[in-house]
């Protein structure tokens, strides 16, 4: 199986429409950037919903969310169901996926997402939230690595163990962001070789790429820029490596849209259909 | 450590920079280090961009004055914030109508005022301003430099109502 090619979408732009959208196998939502807050809880316009139905006659609907905090301890949001549901009402979702950390602690929004310690009772946390969401929703769920800015903070278990036991305890699988590994490999200077030796390949049914900037030597996880030669090393290899694969997204923030340009990201699309090719 | 004093150390630590003697070594050794800075760089980042859109003239009248970045920081600190711009724009204008400056003040509520008339085309608002609003919106608006002889003490009445040509009116009050 040839894994689709595909790339983020948060904003209506003629321009994605004319331009990205014919290059994408599989176009990833993100239900929170579409949702305004109207009343107590956000909902998504019906506009942002009639052009989720356009594009899905185009292009496989994948749902990413960020608003989730599956990690929080105090609990989750449920705001993320009610526009999962919404989408899920006007258009067909093939699978949907979370950010492994959180952004809400005691309901108050943190303004960034921050990593999770890997403890048991972290994992023993986010696992029986996988079960839950697993079975409200009939649909595959992919859980994310995400970029640590702060130091590791102590671990009962390294990062791709902790990544194998959540999918072997939630019953989820893995979406695996080259990028945002690329992060945490230079900001908590630890080898991606030995993290894809250990974490378990066959898991992961989605890859992410991206490109972001530098800041004070760290590597952040800002989708504004192309993706970087090393991203595009590690893309065939990892490829090679992991069976299971759907889709490779590739990410970029409607902000950096102007300045990186269309035809840019286009190209980053190209490069993602020669990967999956010629692998 | 557990789940719990990890996440809440965490946002002490993200929202205002310090921890208390409770916390644990590995939350302790964050404060004052450069990646907590990049961190709260991030929460900047994200907040500034979406107030610059929601908040235009008031954001632009800050950037002018080089205290924006400041004042996201002390509105980040204030825990008030929503992850949905709608909402935070307003609690941001709302956070800068009670400033010390008062024309800042001014316009946050002369924004807020915007804001709050945008549905309704009969519902006027009036906010009183310390010097005249309409050099200080236009230079904002055009993007021009606002020079200190905007700011001569005279006292101005701005009505905000959709039904105004324009949307507002300015009035020398007396």
Redesign the interface.
């Known amino acids: 199986m040839k894994a689709g090619v595909g790339t983020s979408f948060e904003e209506v732009d003629p321009a994605f429409t004319s331009l990205i959208l014919p290059l994408a196998d599989v176009i990833e939502v993100i239900p929170d950037t579409l949702a305004v807050k109207q009343g107590k809880h956000p909902i998504i316009p019906e506009a942002a919903l009639q052009n989720l139905s356009e594009i899905a006659e185009h292009a496989t609907i994948i749902v990413h969310g960020v608003g989730l905090s599956i990690g929080s301890f105090h609990g989750w949001n449920e705001n993320y169901f009610r526009l999962l549901d919404q989408i899920l009402a006007v258009v067909p979702v093939a699978w949907h996926s979370e950010h492994l950390g959180f952004i809400n602690v005691d309901g108050q929004f943190l303004g960034t997402m921050l990593a999770l310690p890997r403890t048991q009772e972290a994992l023993d946390l986010v696992a029986e939230r996988t079960r839950l969401i697993m079975e409200r929703y009939p649909l595959p769920f992919y859980l994310e690595n995400i970029v640590n800015l702060l130091p590791d903070p102590p671990a009962e278990m390294t990062e791709a163990a902790f990544l194998n036991r959540l999918a072997r305890n939630g019953g989820c699988e893995l979406l695996l962001d080259i990028y945002n590994l690329e992060c945490n490999a230079h900001n908590q200077d630890y080898a991606i070789p030995d993290f894809l030796d250990e974490i378990d390949l066959n898991l992961v049914r989605e890859i992410h790429v991206a490109g972001g900037t530098e800041r004070a030597g760290l590597m952040l996880d800002i989708h504004s820029r192309r993706t970087r030669e090393m991203t595009r090393k590690l893309l065939p290899e990892v490829l090679s490596r992991t069976p299971n694969v759907e889709a490779i997204i590739y990410e970029v923030m409607p902000q950096a849209v102007p300045a990186l340009g269309h035809q840019a990201w286009a190209e980053e699309l190209h490069f993602l259909r020669s990967v999956v090719q010629s692998t | 450590?557990?789940?719990?004093t990890?996440?809440?150390g965490?946002?002490r630590l993200?929202?205002h920079g310090y921890s208390t003697s409770d916390d644990?070594a590995?939350l302790q050794?964050?404060v004052g280090?450069?990646?907590?800075?990049?961190?709260k760089?991030?929460?900047c980042?994200?907040?500034a961009?979406g107030l610059e859109r929601f908040c235009i003239l008031t954001a632009g009248l800050l950037k002018s004055m080089g205290r924006f970045e400041n004042d996201i920081e002390r509105f980040?600190s204030t825990?008030k914030?929503?992850?949905?711009i709608?909402?935070a724009g307003l609690q941001f204008l709302r956070f800068m109508a009670t400033d010390n400056d008062l024309t800042v003040a001014a316009l946050a509520q002369t924004e807020i005022a915007f804001h709050d008339t945008r549905t309704n085309i009969d519902e006027e608002k009036a906010v009183d301003w310390p010097c005249n609003p309409e050099p200080v919106l236009l230079a904002i608006i055009n993007r021009n430099d606002i020079s200190p002889e905007m700011f001569a003490i005279s006292h101005y009445r701005l009505r905000v109502c959709r039904a105004l040509p324009g949307g507002y009116i300015c009035e020398l009050a007396l």
């Open positions: 450590m557990n789940l719990e990890y996440q809440r965490l946002q993200i929202t644990s590995y050794g964050l280090t450069s990646r907590l800075a990049v961190a760089e991030v929460v980042f994200w907040r961009y980040i825990e914030f929503s992850p949905f709608e909402e």
